[in-house]
């Protein structure tokens, strides 16, 4: 490259350092990158105002300042959301999003940590989910206890997300299927399979596509059932389920981070030769690690029915897809997947009114892009270093040193 | 019903399945072109529907504004569709080639940014309808078009000169060696960064021209999300076709047999077998693919362990001239 008249060359060198601020630069300037092709994307779609777009999602998706000043107003003086402000409605709506989003996320970074991709939580969720139904409106009296019935559905979705994740984990362990093909078609498999039950199958009452509104023990508490005794609550639908993945959550960290196990596992996904010399069973772990991984996402499928309130032809796909990107913008930690789970909770809530459906999903495509692009920057070092145009001594028999002698030496020096 | 209709019924539902396992067809040879030369491009999917999108919208822009002919718009239509999948592919190959990301994330994020971009820039061009198209009056292959037979012939000489490109000819050779040992074709003079980006734009083109075929040609008209999981069966079909063009052809007949099934099941004249009045056996049925994928899978791991023939040795491993072990 000739600038100025100096000679410059790329240089890319090996880094052996593993900076941490790389990861949150990088994971930032993906968001705001994404943010500026997707405003291009939109213009060129026939928006006329793409900021306004954007302002509309987050607007949407979180409140604005007004809004939240009005909230705590409110709250403070014990009385309801004054006509016409959102106070905390978007925020309550993001964390109902966020927290199938957070479940899902989970079940991914454990997967990806051992280089196991396992695409298919959008189908272990929905097994889950199916699971959790049969357990509420079939299995169960309508007058449990709301304690056993929710504890019940939650084992319910775990094993039958965990049964769901354990198949293409003994495929790829034993016979080494590759995970991706499999756990993309059990997907589509479990969208059929609820639509068999709920749309036209046994399940479905009528002509409604719908099992129905579940027994109130099912469900999750609202947080607008406190509207009496504080007023500024009413309407917000918000319940405990994200207390269940932040717990899932801290408890993944310690896994991965604080125990053995977790240790064998970033081994595998490091380096899984040195790992088998190390004695680490490769086997044993793929299938543990979708078991778990399979297990999260039914607990998502879950928590989303009891938040539905019902499963209905219309159970949201994509779940499972938006837990990959989250996952990634995360740099696979667990406890940053919490952040980034309620911001894509909001990005969720906020595109759901935009009318150009797909918009969510490039963003996400996009931010994924430029996450694992700057990725470079992890593991090399990128430098632009002036070329020193020293005068080539010509040797004795007038031959120009060749182009590989050259690059021998370019290469000699790292 | 009568010999002769179970006949003519049968005819119908083969050349049906040729029909629509062609796209599938273009899609998983250009698959194998790519990760014959190591790089696995798992976008397929959001090429497609990338492909399928502008493919149709070119199409109709040429055909309702410009006033050409329904041949030339579609021909048209599926250059567009090769274009824009190349565009897409491109991306991918600077992530992965250049700046040597993982290949398996950046497949997805070519899927997620391709099934985004069709339903944003697509959302004008749902509902359109293609004028009616020209039926062949062979009484056998009554219900295809002039289009749908010269685009499956296209497909079954397509697949032959792949073979034949990849195993016979020194080109073919540079790809498979790119794909086996980079290094050892790099000290023999073959651009192996420039032979990857090839094939992956080639293999994006592919994808592409399936999408557009879908949308024009198959099963035309658009809607959001138009492939509905097409491009990851082509993924899979590359593993069972052990990245061979022409075992490639057979597998994705058999898939299009198998997605045709559910429809041609709903035929109330076939004896037994229909689905038309019990639509919980209907929704088993679309089950089909999606289970034999897996199914085949399976057979093709037990082959593939028996026969040791496998995937391309440098398949998923960026290729980094100069440093050791790759």
Known sequence: MKWNGTNYRLRIEARLDNPRWIGVVSSIFGILFALIVGGFVLKAAGASDPIGTYRLIFKEGFGTFADWQAGFQAWMTNTSCPKGMLCFGPLSDTLVKASPVLLTTLACIIAFRMKLWNIGADGQMFMGAWAATGVAVFLLPKTTDRVVMMTAMALAGISAGLIYGVIPGFLKARLNINEIITTLMLNYIAYKWIEFFVVVGPWSIGDFESTGRFPAPATWPRLTELAKQYPITAGLTVHPGIFLGVIAAILLAWILFRSRWGYEIRVIGDNPRAARYAGISLEKNIILVMALSGALAGLAGMNEVAALRELNGRFQRGYGFTGVIVAWLARLNPLAAILVSILFGGLLVGTKLIQPQGISSMLQGVILFIVIGTELLFHYRIELEKVETVPVPIPNNGELPTESESQAEASHDR | ?326
């Not at chain 2, 990338?50 to 040429?62: D, E, L, N, Y």
């Not at chain 2, 959001?224 to 597998?251: C, E, H, N, Q, Y």
């Not at chain 2, 082959?303 to 440093?323: H, S, V």
């Open chain 2, 1 to 326: 019903m009568t010999g002769s209709d179970l006949t003519t019924l049968t005819v119908i539902i083969l050349f049906g399945s040729l029909v629509s396992g062609t796209p599938l067809l273009f899609a998983t040879i250009g698959e194998i072109f790519s990760e014959r030369s190591g790089v696995m491009n798992l976008g397929i999917e959001g090429m497609m529907l990338v492909g399928a999108m502008s493919g149709f919208a070119v199409w109709s822009t040429a055909f309702t504004k410009w006033h050409w002919t329904n041949g030339s718009a579609i021909l048209f239509g599926l250059l567009a569709g090769m274009a824009f999948g190349c565009i897409l592919s491109l991306l991918h190959a600077i992530i992965t080639i250049t700046l040597r990301a993982d290949q398996v994330v950046s497949g997805l994020a070519v899927t997620f940014l391709g099934a985004g971009l069709s339903s944003i820039l697509g959302e004008h061009f749902v509902g359109i309808v293609t004028p009616l198209p020209t039926k062949i009056t062979l009484a056998v292959l009554g219900s295809v078009t002039v289009e749908q037979l010269a685009f499956v012939i296209l497909g079954a000489v397509f697949a032959p000169l792949a073979w034949y490109y990849m195993h016979r000819t020194r080109p073919g050779l540079d790809l498979r060696s790119v794909g086996e040992y980079p290094a050892a074709a790099d000290s023999l003079g073959i651009n192996v960064y420039r032979t990857r980006y090839l094939y992956v734009l080639f293999g994006g083109a592919m994808s592409g021209l399936a999408g557009a075929a879908m949308s024009l040609v198959t099963d035309p008209g658009w809607v959001d999300g138009k492939t509905s999981g097409l491009g990851w069966i082509a993924v899979a079909l590359v593993i069972f076709a052990s990245w061979d063009p022409m075992r490639g052809l057979w597998v994705s007949y058999f898939f299009g047999l198998l997605r045709r099934l559910p429809l041609d099941l709903q035929n109330p004249a076939l004896p037994l077998i229909s689905t038309a009045n019990n639509p919980q056996l209907g929704r088993f049925m679309d089950m089909l693919p999606y289970l034999a994928t897996i199914f085949i899978l399976i057979l093709g791991s037990r082959e593939a362990m028996r026969k040791r023939i496998g995937a391309p040795a440098a398949l998923g491993n960026p290729y980094i001239r100069g440093e050791r072990g790759k």
